[in-house]
């Protein structure tokens, strides 16, 4: 946001960043249309992608200019939005209370241990029997393991909080609620952002196997409808326009990391 | 509300301030850690009357349980057996669990400025916190303290973009800011460099000439404690109780120069011998525990 693209250009850091995308996409091109390898000659190549793509006419029905990618995008975004701003509150919530409470740490954490690991797979029959609308089973797919990353890493984060901080603020006079705003919260900030990272990219993995399933539209309904199409071209632009999704959210939840962590970005020299 | 003596922040309310005093009374002290069952004796029947005002330094070497007397005089601990008074009124007995507070305010040995938050921030936040008065009047007293010490500008700073001795100077700040009756001061120096270090002596020399608090000041520098205090208790090696106290008569306000006092070196040796005497003592232990 604020790097001007000049900046950015002149700046050798992003060479290698622009040189790795550049040999991926080379890479791609020679397995895909140069040397037409047996297992990927049904493939796409780059060339014929991006053509498409930014077609006025896509053969295939999908490009920039047409309304059904549009519609596909601002469904995902949304059900993403949606799911992620849940994780955030209630996985925060939750968090801070497991770190805070040793009492309610006792009582929930084994049962948030139990859920964790399962996968957001396999919660769809259960999403898709319980919840009275599809749209509801796929935002719950796309929240339930965005809310553990979210959940597990504020607790980290929590108990990372140096003892003495919370003996000095009790010195200064704190009551229990200014301990938790002034103390828990600013300092388990850093591992709740690390978490919401996380979170972030997790919600978009999830979404996918959401739309796929039970879904109506959407980039992941898209990839499963062309698959069953055969309309590879089509299955690639879905998966690049997630992938730049999911690169640019996350960037956006690192911005806003840094906007509430002023501190964090000020320190003096190198572990000053 | 202004903290005592100093600057014009005083305001009407000075006078015979309520709050003053700050005389501790230790009476017999024990407290025994007791972790898987393994007693760990950190203080025993330590006594020590502290007059309001008094600049007590307390050395011994290191382990000998220092910290853990300290830590029960700002509450963080119980105590196990023996009573403390502040001012007259219990403030520890045994079972029954006292809370800190701001009538006794911990520096502490690594730092404890809260890195999200600014100087000014830090400053405030015990007042803030504790609503005893309005946050912008706050602010001003803590940028009059800052002026009055020479930081000012540095208001805006998080902790992290200062140096360790400037972050020690507003700590002591944020303490003082409270109008606490005591100060608990525990090895505030330690791992500051020489010349930062004589920069800490007198901020805190000068600080002390004006408020004239009681200070509870723990180190392991002899130079340091005879150069500050108005009395040095050298305690014995763990279980910790005083084991010489050596009245300091050097005149105040003190500089550098009573460092070459022959009263100071005089006072150095003694303490020295006691000292040596125990750190001997803690040695062989150690070896009889590794034996
Ligand atoms: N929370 C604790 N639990 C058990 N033992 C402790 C605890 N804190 C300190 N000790 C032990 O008590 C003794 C005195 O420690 P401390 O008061 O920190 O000494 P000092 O500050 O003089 O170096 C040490 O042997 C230490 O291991
Ligand atoms: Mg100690």
């Given at each position: ?10 700046n ?7 040189a ?8 791609w091109?020679v ?5 037409r ?5 049904k493939?796409p ?12 006419n896509?053969?295939d029905g999908?490009?920039?200019f ?11 975004v949304?059900?993403?939005l949606?799911?992620f ?14 770190g ?7 009582y ?14 396999a919660?769809i ?11 509801m ?5 796309t ?5 553990f ?6 607790l980290?984060?929590?108990q990372s909080i140096?003892?003495v ?13 200014d301990?938790f705003?002034?103390v ?7 591992a709740?952002f690390t978490?919401l ?5 997790v919600a ?9 399933i039970?879904g109506q ?7 499963y409808e ?8 089509n ?11 999911g690169y640019?959210?996350s960037a956006?939840v690192?911005?806003a990391?840094k906007?509430?962590m002023t501190w964090?970005s000020?320190?003096?020299g190198v572990?000053? | 509300m202004?903290?005592?003596g ?13 709050k ?5 009374s230790?009476?017999e ?6 972790p ?5 004796v950190?203080?025993e029947r330590?006594?020590?009357e502290?007059a309001?005002?008094e ?13 853990s007397?300290l ?6 601990e119980d ?6 008074l502040l ?5 520890a ?6 809370e ?5 305010i ?5 730092g404890a400025?809260?890195p ?11 007042p803030?916190?504790?609503?005893r008065?309005?946050?912008?009047r ?11 010490v020479?930081?000012?500008g540095?208001?805006?700073s998080?902790p992290?973009e200062?140096s ?21 001061l ?6 500051l ?6 920069v800490?002596h007198?901020?805190l ?5 004006r408020?004239?608090l009681?200070m ?11 150069f ?10 763990r279980?910790?109780?005083p ?5 300091v008569?050097?005149?105040r306000?003190r500089d ?5 006092d022959?009263r100071?070196?005089e006072?150095?040796r ?5 000292v040596h ?12 525990e590794?034996a």
């Open positions: 946001m604020g790097i001007s693209f000049k900046r950015w250009v002149t050798p850091d992003s060479w290698g960043a622009v790795s995308i550049f040999g991926f996409v080379l890479l091109y397995l895909t249309a140069v040397l390898l047996p297992r990927f000659d493939l190549d780059p060339v014929a992608v991006v053509t498409a793509w930014l077609s006025p896509p053969p999908l490009s920039i047409t309304s059904v990618y549009y519609m596909d995008i601002l469904y995902s949304v059900r993403v949606v799911s701003a849940l994780a955030t509150v209630l996985g925060v919530g939750l968090g801070l209370l497991l805070w409470s040793r009492v309610f740490f006792d929930a954490f084994p049962l948030v241990e139990t859920l964790r690991p399962i996968p957001p797979i919660w029959p259960l999403a898709v029997l319980v919840l009275p609308t599809t749209e089973g796929v935002i719950f797919i929240f339930i393991a965005a809310f990353a979210t959940v597990l890493n504020t980290l984060g929590v140096d003892q901080y919370f003996r000095a603020a009790k010195c200064l006079g704190s009551r229990p609620w301990v705003r002034h828990v919260i600013p300092g388990s900030l850093p709740i978490g990272q996380v979170a972030m990219g978009w993995i999830s979404l996918v196997a959401g739309e796929m039970s539209a959407g980039l992941g309904y898209l990839i062309d698959y069953s199409n055969l309309q590879f071209v299955i690639v632009i879905g998966m690049l326009t997630l992938g730049l999704l640019g959210s956006l690192r911005l990391g906007r509430l964090e000020r320190r003096r572990g000053a | 202004s903290v005592r100093l600057g014009p922040d005083a305001g009407p309310k000075a006078g015979p301030d309520a003053a005093g700050g005389d501790i230790i009476r002290v024990t407290k025994i850690y007791d898987d069952g393994i007693h760990v950190a203080v330590c006594s020590l502290i309001a005002g600049f007590l330094v307390v050395v011994g070497p290191s382990g000998c349980g220092k910290t007397l830590n029960v005089l700002a509450g963080f105590l196990t057996d023996g009573e403390i001012d007259g009124k219990p403030i007995a045994p079972g029954r669990p006292v800190p507070g701001s009538d006794r911990v520096v502490f040995q690594n400025l809260f999200w938050k600014t100087v000014l921030e830090n400053i405030v936040y015990g803030m916190v504790q609503r008065r309005e946050l912008g706050a602010r001003q007293a803590a940028r009059n303290l800052l002026a009055q020479g930081l000012e540095i208001e805006g998080y992290a200062l360790s001795g400037v972050q020690r100077r507003v700590e002591i700040l944020r303490a003082l800011i409270n109008e606490p009756r005591v100060m608990l525990d090895e505030p120096f330690r791992g460099d020489a010349v930062a270090k004589s800490m007198q901020f020399l000068d600080l002390f000439e408020t004239r009681t509870f000041f723990i180190t392991h520098d002899l130079d340091e404690a005879i500050l205090g108005d009395r040095v208790v050298v305690m014995t090696t279980p910790c109780c084991k010489l106290v050596l009245q008569n050097l005149p306000p550098h120069r009573a460092l070459g022959t100071f070196l006072l150095k003694a303490a020295l011998e006691a005497e125990e750190a001997l003592k803690a040695f062989r232990a150690g070896e009889r590794l």
